[in-house]
T-cell receptor
C-alpha cells in the first residue's frame, strides 16, 4: 500500500549545526504534509506543515521543503540545540478525510 | 488551557482480558483520534470521532472499538487482548478534524503491556 518513509533512522548532529531530516512519500495525490516531534515519554508535537501548492515554508528555526517531482519532503532545523533531541515523524494526508499516514521516524541525536 | 489527558498512563493486562482507555481532549475540541504506536509499525491510525460519531476507521480488527461522549471525551476498548496489542496508545484532539487539515494535539499516551 501507500506509505511514507524516512531515509535515515538515526541522525547525529553537532550542537549548533543545522539538521536536515528527509522523508519520501509515494502517493502523488497527497496534498498535505506535516512534521511532528516526539520527545521521550511524550506524545508527538506539531512542528510545521505544508500544502502541496507550496515548495517551502518557514517557522521558528525550522523550514520544510517539498519537492513534488521526486516526492520528497525535508525538515531543516537551524542551529540545533539539545532540546531538539527527539524522534521526528513526517506524515501525509491522503484523501478527503483527516487520516494521517505516518513515516517510521528519525531519531535526532545532538552531540555536545 | 489544559492539554490532552490520557488515563491511565501505564497498564498491564494478560492475554484474553479486555481494556478501556480514556482520553479527555482539549476544551472546545470536538475531534478525537486514536493511534497505536509500536517500535516495529510506527504510528498507525485506529479511528477518529467527531460529535459522538465515528467518521474514520483504520485497518484494525473489530476487537478495537471506541466511542465518544457528548462532552467530547473518548474511550477506546480492546477486547480479547493479544500479546501483539502491547503498544503505546495515543489520543489526539483537534477543533474540527476532517477536511480542515488541522494540526493534532496529542496526549502522552497509555502504555499497554499484555503478558
Amino acid at each position: 500500500g501507500e506509505s511514507v518513509g524516512l531515509h535515515l533512522p538515526t541522525l547525529s548532529v553537532q550542537e549548533g549545526d543545522n539538521s536536515i531530516i528527509n522523508c519520501a512519500y509515494s502517493n502523488s495525490a497527497s496534498d498535505y504534509f506535516i512534521w511532528y516531534k516526539q520527545e521521550s515519554g511524550k506524545g508527538p508535537q506539531f512542528i510545521i506543515d505544508i500544502r502541496s501548492n507550496m515548495d517551502k515554508r518557514q517557522g521558528q528555526r525550522v523550514t520544510v521543503l517539498l519537492n513534488k517531482t521526486v516526492k520528497h519532503l525535508s525538515l531543516q532545523i537551524a542551529a540545533t540545540q539539545p532540546g531538539d533531541s527527539a524522534v521526528y515523524f513526517c506524515a501525509e494526508n491522503i484523501g478527503d478525510d483527516y487520516q494521517l499516514i505516518w513515516g517510521a521516524g528519525t531519531k535526532l541525536i545532538i552531540k555536545p | 488551557k489544559a492539554g490532552v489527558t490520557q488515563t491511565p498512563r501505564y497498564l498491564i493486562k494478560t492475554r484474553g482480558q479486555q481494556v478501556t482507555l480514556s482520553c479527555s481532549p482539549i476544551s472546545g475540541h470536538r475531534s478525537v483520534s486514536w493511534y497505536q504506536q509500536t517500535p516495529g509499525q510506527g504510528l498507525q491510525f485506529l479511528f477518529e470521532y467527531f460529535s459522538e460519531t465515528q467518521r474514520n476507521k483504520g485497518n484494525f480488527p473489530g476487537r478495537f472499538s471506541g466511542r465518544q461522549f457528548s462532552n467530547s471525551r473518548s474511550e477506546m476498548n480492546v477486547s480479547t487482548l493479544e500479546l501483539g496489542d502491547s503498544a503505546l496508545y495515543l489520543c489526539a484532539s483537534s477543533p474540527r478534524g476532517g477536511r480542515t487539515n488541522e494540526k493534532l494535539f496529542f496526549g502522552s499516551g497509555t502504555q499497554l503491556s499484555v503478558l
